[in-house]
């Protein structure tokens, strides 16, 4: 797929999709488990709370505007058996089952965002039946779906001009329609200026330790047809100095008021060799990644993640058997770094508080 006019139809209709809704209002979300790729393509039926938490906690589901919509539909997946419960019941249950979804990851603030669009939606009135509040939550779990996917497309929109008509793009984890609902955020920018006949070549992040860049932003790519390479994260400075990379994109899981942004560990090492090199770095995230009642990155949780995914990534054992590791999921990237931030809202250049109250505006969410 390599014609201009092929590769636009390709962005009307972006080739993954990380979750859909199966059935009606008391159906169930279906999600590609993301631990099984790229070897297999598995297809995972999500029937309850416990089940959708364990799979965002084990990263079967993963990246913030994922983890949102996931975390929504699995709230009504729980819910349906409860439908026509009494009404103090049904509400007693979702106010538990948000708590706990809630607790499943700690960084990505798209999943306390998610979870309080539907907590708004039952206090919205006063129902007359839980089959009523189960409708409207329903509705609300796939327009949360509905509207990521047009942040997505409006992202890629701004951001696709920012990127060379010709060069390399360095990414970093994966940040596509596996982590959105669709087409993704950085890598959605990526592959909507190449379907706009940018030139490009993308360098793709390996991502120790889970290797998300590794097993699934390449098999992404490899979707779209865009050409890519793979290197080790700790190449990226030398593939720098020899010229390759004309601009980095990244995606986020929460950024702060004044620009900080959090996102998988590594980012901020890239953003410092770009500065160092005189490469534009980018963060592409939708308005419901902002945190604004957050004054800086310093305020973000770090999710630690069990030291065995360093010692023994996918089971096979490198360090010697009860070795230590540090195991932070994300780094905090200061915004002075980022060259711009680009939202569904619009480019925010410079990054700072100002500039991204004044994008953000009432869209501000929290
Ligand atoms: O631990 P993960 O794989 O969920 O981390 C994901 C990231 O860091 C992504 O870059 C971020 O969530 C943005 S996804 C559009």
Redo the contacts with the bound molecule.
Sequence with gaps: MSDAASRSRLLENPPVRSIRWVGDEFGCPEIIDQTQLPDQLVRLRIESAEQMWQAIRS?RI????A?GIAAAMGLVAELRSRHDAPLEHYLYHLQATIDYLATARPT?VNLFWALDRMRAVARSRSWDSSTALHRALHAEALALRDEDAALCHRIAQHGAELLPKRGGVLTH???GGL??AEL??ALGVIVAAWCRGHELHVYVDETRP?L?GARLTTWELAQWGTPHTLLCDNAAGQLMREGKVQAVI????RIAANGDTA??IGTYSLAVLARHHAIPFYVAAPYSTFDLQLRSGREIPIEQRPATEVTEPRGVRFAPAGTEAYNP??DVTPAELITAIVTDRGVIRPVTAEAIARTLGEAGHR
């Design positions: 990263l993963r990246g913030a505007p983890i990505a984890c994966n940040t982590a959105t993704g955020t889970l998300q990244v995606g986020a899981d996102n998988k999921a994300f």
